[in-house]
T-cell receptor, first 112, second 112 residues
Framework: GQQLNQSPQSMFIQEGEDVSMNCTSSSIFNTWLWYKQDPGEGPVLLIALYKAGELTSNGRLTAQFGITRKDSFLNISASIPSDVGIYFCAGQPTGANSKLTFGKGITLSVRP | ETGVTQSPTHLIKTRGQQVTLRCSSQSGHNTVSWYQQALGQGPQFIFQYYREEENGRGNFPPRFSGLQFPNYSSELNVNALELDDSALYLC???????????FGPGTRLLVL
């Protein structure tokens, strides 16, 4: 099935550093979401974006909905050990309750 | 507020068997979506249930079926299990008119 493009597959950063992750698609989405998944658990919603160009923050997390509606980025500032996990972007086409299309995820490791 | 719950947490079946997975939606949510997440991949949309009817389906064969009950809880049934059905099965609930989906912890199915 279709997936969004997330790369690289893994990222390794030092505690305290900032990190940015991109997500791109060949299709237009009307909603972009970023989720974090820890081992053995379901994805947890971090940030939801509903409007092209929108920039939204949630604590140390900032995400933007690309103007073309085909991309989004997530930035984590001043990383801490508990930021370790898999970060997924997901796009949702128009209409409430429509399906989510996910990227393959980026595994983030934070060195203390 | 009660979050999304799923049962069982783990399950082992053999090829050809049938399995039923269960999901209770978050309080106030009337829509349930099911996703399959293979190891190292992002979740893939199976189908969605709203008002006890299927409301959208992904690229999965008919042996994947579901139900939604009047209390909005849901079941995922898979017949004639195949080895490739081994995955984490995620349930997400949402409220009609609101796009954001919240995930449960998942059921890990292993088919031998």
């Amino acid at each position: 099935g279709q997936q969004l493009n997330q790369s690289p597959q893994s990222m390794f950063i030092q505690e305290g550093e900032d990190v940015s992750m991109n997500c791109t698609s060949s299709s237009i989405f009307n909603t972009w979401l970023w989720y974090k998944q820890d081992p053995g658990e379901g994805p947890v919603l971090l940030i939801a974006l509903y409007k092209a160009g929108e920039l939204t923050s949630n604590g140390r997390l900032t995400a933007q909905f690309g103007i073309t509606r085909k991309d989004s980025f997530l930035n984590i500032s001043a990383s801490i050990p508990s930021d370790v996990g898999i970060y997924f972007c997901a796009g949702q086409p128009t209409g409430a309750n429509s399906k989510l299309t996910f990227g393959k995820g980026i595994t983030l490791s934070v060195r203390p | 507020e009660t979050g999304v719950t799923q049962s069982p947490t783990h399950l082992i079946k053999t090829r050809g068997q049938q399995v039923t997975l269960r999901c209770s939606s978050q309080s106030g949510h009337n829509t349930v979506s099911w996703y399959q997440q293979a190891l190292g991949q992002g979740p893939q949309f199976i189908f969605q249930y709203y008002r006890e009817e299927e409301n959208g389906r992904g690229n999965f064969p008919p042996r994947f079926s579901g139900l939604q009950f009047p209390n909005y809880s849901s079941e995922l049934n898979v017949n004639a299990l195949e080895l490739d059905d081994s995955a984490l099965y995620l349930c997400a609930s949402s409220s009609s008119g609101q796009e954001t989906q919240y995930f449960g912890p998942g059921t890990r199915l292993l088919v031998l």
